[in-house]
T-cell receptor
């Protein structure tokens, strides 16, 4: 019963580098989400997907791209990392309730 | 539009004391309400949810919450705090039908001292 799995768990990048965060879920959920968590701000939605092959912008999409080529996977990409993107990133799947992964802690120097 | 306000970013209680974490929401349609808990270096875990029906909702670890429409509140309580309850708690709101964004409060960090 893995649920939602995020890789990697930690990463340090330099400004301008690119990377991809992977989220995998084994619950056959149609809906998947990427959030970022910053102190005192709760969770803010970056992008979401309502099914394989679909993506949509959330509250704070700038600087991020996503892809949902397979139903079980939802990828979050940073094309040119900036220090403002230092955060903890959470993937979730499902609907009412959403199920969360353990997060990816990303630092950008 | 929907929104959530959690009163008190930090709450401190003694072990064995009542835990009360406050959540008020705004919603123009009947809300679905959630409480999540986040332990250090972990993701969010669902404590309980209200969708329809009984307004007093019981969750895991002895927590419960009551939906009060007249007060637009969904406060989280636990009669007797345990050291293991120390964590951050998030209230969230959404609505039924199709895709609807889950709106989170800013969170309340609960400290439990001996």
């Amino acid at each position: 019963n893995a649920g939602v799995t995020q890789t990697p768990k930690f990463r340090v990048l330099k400004t301008g580098q690119s990377m991809t965060l992977l989220c995998a879920q084994d619950m056959n959920h149609e809906y998947m989400y990427w959030y970022r968590q910053d102190p005192g701000m709760g969770l803010r939605l970056i992008h979401y997907s309502v099914g394989e092959g679909t993506t949509a912008k959330g509250e704070v999409p700038d600087g991020y791209n996503v892809s949902r080529l397979k139903k079980q996977n939802f990828l979050l990409g940073l094309e040119s990392a900036a220090p403002s993107q230092t955060s903890v990133y959470f993937c979730a799947s499902g609907q009412q309730p959403q199920h969360f992964g353990d997060g990816t802690r990303l630092s950008i120097l | 539009a929907q929104s959530v306000t959690q009163l008190g970013s930090h709450v401190s209680v003694s072990e064995g004391a009542l835990v009360l974490l406050r959540c008020n929401y705004s919603s123009s349609v009947p809300p679905y309400l959630f409480w999540y808990v986040q332990y250090p270096n972990q993701g969010l875990q669902l404590l309980l949810k209200y969708t329809t029906g009984a307004t007093l909702v019981k969750g895991i670890n002895g927590f419960e919450a009551e939906f009060k429409k007249s007060e637009t509140s969904f406060h989280l309580t636990k009669p007797s705090a345990h050291m293991s309850d120390a964590a951050e708690y998030f209230c969230a709101v959404t609505r039924s039908g199709g895709y609807n964004k889950l709106i989170f409060g800013a969170g309340t960090r609960l400290a439990v001292h001996p």
